[in-house]
């Protein structure tokens, strides 16, 4: 990528304000505009009353969920390079800083694109069924969250309700899994839909403890599989590839996983990895020699279902490379 006008945009739920680095004079040119088609096409305006050439320009911004879709839209329609990055990447570029400010921080985003510029990479939009799957991935846990909510309050209160009140509660649990499987049922005619998608849904799903919802999250979140070049890569970004901690002769600490991570596949990927330790002979073996090993101390359990984790998600990313279901070897 060769770009000479990094613009740098900070993202809010009703507002963006944008910045030009290099900027002029060495004063930072800001603009404060609505986070709408009219305030991006406003923005562009400005951008070409400043000299700035659309094929001359990136826009980098943080990805910040359904507040960063205007901007998606409006660059993938005229044309116009994006880049979008971890808030947590762009933050920690920043130094020590003081204080909030928008335009200062669009300002900070642009820097950080210039000075990240033959790292940057160019965000490719996912195709509108992955959109889809991942919001309906969000409404699921809604109600799953709600039925657990509502499992949980009968248990605790269940002696002392009324008859109305149980018959109340169990109305509202079922109707929680009726709009659960709804759910479930428009990802999958999704999926049957989409030939691409179906091939590599129908490969995951041949994996031993991988159900449903894993293998939908494993095709979104790696779109696919074109958003990651390796297993590990994947597993990194979810919080299950283990990192050392060491520094000199002094500092030896324990090996561990992130804390950055995505929380929510991590952990239904670890309902997985329990169904795979049950139903697989040969992971059920491999988990009950690590626990040996482990001298099923403390954390003894966590690290090995970890490494069984990281097995999954091997084993997912091999069959779609070979294009061939998993069969399961009783070694």
Avoid at 83 to 95: Q, R, Y
Avoid at 289 to 315: P, Q, S
């Amino acid at each position: 990528m060769h770009f000479s006008q990094f613009i740098g945009v900070d993202i809010s739920k009703d507002t963006l304000d944008a910045a030009i680095y290099p900027a002029k004079d060495k004063k930072m040119d800001f603009l404060h505009f609505d986070n709408t088609t009219r305030g991006l096409n406003e923005m562009l305006k400005w951008l070409k009353s400043r000299g700035i050439k659309p094929s001359e320009m990136v826009i980098c911004a943080e990805h910040t969920g359904v507040y960063t879709n205007p901007l998606i839209d409006f660059t993938e329609k005229k044309g116009l390079s994006l880049s979008l990055n971890s808030p947590l990447d762009i933050k920690h570029s920043m130094g020590i800083t003081r204080g909030k400010n928008d335009a200062i921080d669009a300002g900070r985003i642009a820097e950080y694109a210039h000075d990240h510029k033959d790292k940057l990479r160019l965000y490719q939009k996912p195709s509108e069924a992955i959109v889809k799957l991942k919001y309906l991935l969000t409404e699921r846990r809604q109600y799953v969250r709600q039925r657990t909510a509502m499992l949980s309050f009968n248990k605790i209160m269940g002696k002392y309700e009324t008859p109305e009140a149980r018959s109340r509660n169990g109305s509202d649990i079922h109707h929680c899994e009726t709009l659960i499987l709804k759910v479930e049922r428009q990802m999958l005619d999704i999926i049957k839909e989409n030939p691409e998608l179906k091939r590599n849904y129908d490969l995951v799903s041949s994996v031993k403890g991988v159900g449903l919802i894993n293998a939908i999250n494993i095709v979104v979140f790696t779109n696919n599989f074109k958003s990651f070049e390796t297993p590990r890569q994947y597993a990194c970004y979810i919080g299950v590839a283990p990192f050392g901690y060491t520094s000199g002769t002094s500092v030896k600490g324990k090996t561990q996983v992130s804390k950055i991570c995505r929380t929510q596949q991590k952990a239904e990927l670890s309902m997985a990895a329990r169904s795979a330790i049950i139903y697989d002979p040969g992971l059920k073996r491999y988990y009950q020699r690590k626990m040996k090993e482990k001298g099923e101390g403390k954390d003894a359990h966590g690290v090995v279902l970890n490494a069984v984790k990281f097995k999954l998600i091997l084993r997912m990313f091999a069959v779609v490379k070979s294009g061939q279901p998993y069969k399961i070897l009783n070694y």
